[in-house]
């Protein structure tokens, strides 16, 4: 167990739904990270806050935003979704800078 | 840019021999390299990492990987493998971007340990 939790293990919904994917990081990380694993482009990074603020942005979509708050925990929002965006997403933390990033269990998104 | 090469999709051994899972590396300035396993339906475990030191790193589950600056190489090995070492691993590189910071993974390679 990595101490990082990540909720709902799975979710389905339709085409053009919006869906909210939440993330509790290891006690005493500041950093969230959020990428994406699919089968057609394998694990991407998307995001990531440190304390509240963004700090880097990858190859995430328009239609997707996230934000930290100040528990710490971090919130995945995807809109308008499409079928290619069935994937399953997962939460990193870690304490900051390039030290080591822990994985939460994911999250797996079906769109139908 | 950095990026990380996984030239083996899969790589079958027999339990008791051992094991090398190959990664290659390109980054400019020093490579901040982890190695990751993936069992099915679960999450990333974090192996093992160099930063800096020794090229011999150890790390989880007698996991060792070895880095080589010249052929800009991160192999995973174990001595003896387990059929309970079967999973999908996963070689990333650690950089910096815009204001933070993210893992480059590679492709994955599935490893098969046979009884």
């Known amino acids: 167990d990595s101490g990082v939790t990540q909720t709902p293990k799975h979710l389905i919904t339709a085409t053009g739904q919006r869906v909210t994917l939440r993330c509790s990081p290891r006690s005493g990380d500041l950093s969230v990270y959020w990428y994406q694993q699919s089968l057609d482009q394998g694990l991407q990074f998307l995001i990531q806050?440190?304390?509240?603020?963004?700090?880097a942005k990858g190859n995430i979509l328009e239609r997707f935003s996230a934000q930290q708050f100040p528990d710490l925990h971090s919130e995945l929002n995807l809109s308008s979704l499409e079928l290619g965006d069935s994937a399953l997403y997962f939460c990193?933390?870690?304490?900051?800078?390039?030290?080591?990033?822990?994985f939460g269990p994911g999250t797996r998104l079906l769109v139908l | 840019a950095q990026s990380v090469a996984q030239p083996e999709d899969q790589v079958n051994v027999a339990e008791g021999n051992p094991l090398t899972v190959k990664c290659t590396y390109s980054v400019s300035g020093n490579p901040y390299l982890f190695w990751y396993v993936q069992y099915p339906n679960r999450g990333l475990q974090f192996l093992l990492k160099?930063?800096?030191?020794?090229?011999l790193v150890k790390g989880s589950y007698g996991f060792e990987a070895e880095f080589n600056k010249s052929q800009t190489s991160f192999h995973l090995k174990k001595p003896s493998a387990l059929v309970s070492d079967s999973a999908l691993y996963f070689c990333?590189?650690?950089?910096?971007?815009?204001?933070?910071?993210?893992?480059?993974f590679g492709t994955g390679t599935q490893l098969k340990v046979e009884l």
């Open positions: 990333a590189v650690g950089g910096l971007t815009g204001g933070g910071n993210k893992l480059t």
């Open positions: 806050y440190y304390n509240g603020e963004e700090r």
């Open positions: 160099y930063i800096t030191g020794d090229n």
């Open positions: 990193a933390s870690s304490v900051g800078g390039l030290e080591t990033q822990y």
